[in-house]
């Protein structure tokens, strides 16, 4: 399991990003907010969904999980 992040400022297009505890573009303190740890990152979005009205993954620290449940 992994610890999931949302960014709390939304980004230009209006969508909250969701990071991983350890990517390199996760928030500081007071931009994020703990969401849980979860199995998956699509478990993670479905959590941050419930109070964000639009959410996307990082396209870094999401994608890399992706590829790597894939291989
Ligand atoms: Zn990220």
Redesign the pocket.
Known sequence: MKSYYINHQNQKDGAH????AD????PGSIDRRYIGAYKSVDMALDSARVEYMDVNC?????KSEADAAIA
């Not at 990003?17 to 991983?20: F, I, L, R």
């Open positions: 990003e969701v990071h991983t990517c390199p573009f996760l990082c396209s870094y620290c999401c």
